[in-house]
Nanobody, 120 residues
Framework: QVQLVESGGGFVQPGGSLRLSCSAS????????MGWYRQAPGKRREQVAF???????DYADSVKGRFIISRDNAKNTVHLQMNSLKSEDTAVYYC??????????????WGPGTQVTVSS
C-alpha cells in the first residue's frame, strides 16, 4: 500500500512562514508529478503548486513570489515553503502525487491534509 502523509501545518500570524512536508511510503517504483492543493471552508479545492520529477514548477497566481515547492526524489518527499502568509492562505493543505508501483501501475494518491491557519 502507498501512503502520503503531510506535516508542518499550524497556526501563524500574518507575514509569517511555515514549511509543509509530504512523505510517500510503500511499494513505490517511481513518483511522477507532485503537488500541493488547498481547500478553505466553503470553497473548492484549488491547486497551489506543482513540481515535475525533473523539478519544473508552477504556481497559482495567488502564491507566486511567496511559496516555493521543492522535492527530494531520493526520499520521496515534497515540500512547500510558505512565506509572507496572509489570512486568505488559511486552509487545509493536501499533498498529491502520481505514484508508479511495481505491480499495479500508476495511480494518483492524496494525503489526509494538514491545517494551516493564518491569523493575528
Amino acid at each position: 500500500q502507498v501512503q502520503l502523509v503531510e506535516s508542518g501545518g499550524g497556526f501563524v500570524q500574518p507575514g509569517g512562514s511555515l514549511r509543509l512536508s509530504c512523505s510517500a511510503s510503500g511499494s513505490i517504483f517511481h513518483i511522477g508529478p507532485m503537488g500541493w492543493y488547498r481547500q478553505a471552508p466553503g470553497k473548492r479545492r484549488e491547486q497551489v503548486a506543482f513540481i515535475t520529477h525533473r523539478g519544473e514548477t508552477d504556481y497559482a497566481d495567488s502564491v507566486k513570489g511567496r511559496f516555493i515547492i521543492s522535492r527530494d526524489n531520493a526520499k520521496n518527499t515534497v515540500h512547500l515553503q510558505m512565506n509572507s502568509l496572509k489570512s486568505e492562505d488559511t486552509a487545509v493543505y493536501y499533498c498529491d502525487a502520481l505514484i508508479y508501483q511495481y505491480t499495479t501501475g500508476s495511480q494518483n494518491y492524496w494525503g489526509p491534509g494538514t491545517q494551516v491557519t493564518v491569523s493575528s
